[in-house]
């Protein structure tokens, strides 16, 4: 099992950057893909931000984005593949969601997509980014 725990959401200005992080535990040596979802009242949660961990600094890792948040997205993972970044520039009203972690482990069931919601099998509770 994982656990995924995030931090760093708040209330930010319009065109201001904030970084939000994710602590993941467990047997995070069996995630595959890690990132960042988002959700507003009313619509569905959306992938903004999808890390795919190769396991070799050769190759280095594979990052997804929506073309809605390419440019101003950017994940990152630590050295110690325990914490996971989704850094945030230029921010605008529209951002403005419960943003979510997330993790798949190898062999995680059907698989949709590395920007979808039920390719992920472990969850965070969420931290709120407020934008006005």
């Known amino acids: 099992h994982m656990q995924l725990v995030e931090s760093g959401g708040g209330s930010v200005q319009t065109g201001s950057s904030l970084t939000l992080s994710c602590l993941e535990s467990?047997?995070?040596?069996?995630?595959?893909?890690t990132g960042w979802f988002r959700q507003s009242p009313g619509k569905q949660r959306e992938g903004v931000a999808i890390?795919?961990?190769?396991?070799?600094?050769?190759?280095?890792?594979?990052?997804y984005y929506p073309d809605s948040v390419k440019g101003r997205f950017t994940i990152s993972q630590a050295n110690a593949k325990n914490t996971v970044y989704l850094q945030i520039h230029s921010l605008k009203p529209e951002d403005t969601a419960m943003y979510y972690c997330?993790?798949?482990?190898?062999?995680?069931?059907?698989?949709?997509?590395?920007?979808?919601?039920?390719?992920?099998?472990?969850w965070g509770q969420g931290t709120q980014v407020t934008v006005s």
């Open positions: 997330a993790a798949r482990i190898a062999y995680g069931g059907a698989w949709y997509g590395p920007l979808m919601e039920l390719s992920f099998n472990y």
């Open positions: 890390l795919y961990f190769r396991g070799s600094s050769v190759h280095g890792d594979t990052t």
């Open positions: 467990g047997n995070t040596y069996s995630a595959t893909y």
